[in-house]
């Protein structure tokens, strides 16, 4: 079930796309089915490390490759090292517009 919010008046922005609660429990059910294919679990640990050759872009945003990725229930949060730093970055996971991955295409 979803709603739609009609653009306020003046505006040339599009209709917001509402919805209810127990959509949200779907759309994260698929957001993480996504990253776990995407990732393989890290031995002794929560977090996941990015598949070897995949990438992940989360709401249109930066691409991630070589991160590790933390699944909490109210969150998920990349890390990855940058000169000798480690840059973690969360996203609530009800904030998650889209999520693209990228691979590379097997040979049939």
């Known amino acids: 079930m979803s709603g739609i919010s009609p653009p306020q008046s003046g505006s040339n922005r599009p209709a917001l796309i ?9 759309i994260k059910a ?3 089915k996504v990253f776990e ?3 393989s679990p890290l ?7 990015l598949r070897m050759g995949v990438r992940v872009q989360v709401s249109e ?3 991630y490759e070589n991160a590790t990725l ?13 000169s ?9 996971w009800s904030k998650i517009e889209s999520v ?9």
């Open 43 to 49: 031995h002794g640990s929560l977090s996941r490390n």
């Open 37 to 39: 294919y995407a990732s």
């Open 84 to 92: 000798g730093e480690a840059i973690n970055t969360y996203f609530d």
């Open 18 to 26: 509402t919805f209810f609660p127990e959509r949200r429990k779907e």
């Open 100 to 108: 693209r991955t990228y691979s590379i295409k097997e040979k049939a």
């Open 30 to 32: 698929t957001w993480e």
């Open 70 to 82: 933390f699944l909490g229930e109210e969150f998920v949060r990349f890390t990855e090292s940058v």
């Open 61 to 63: 945003g930066k691409t």
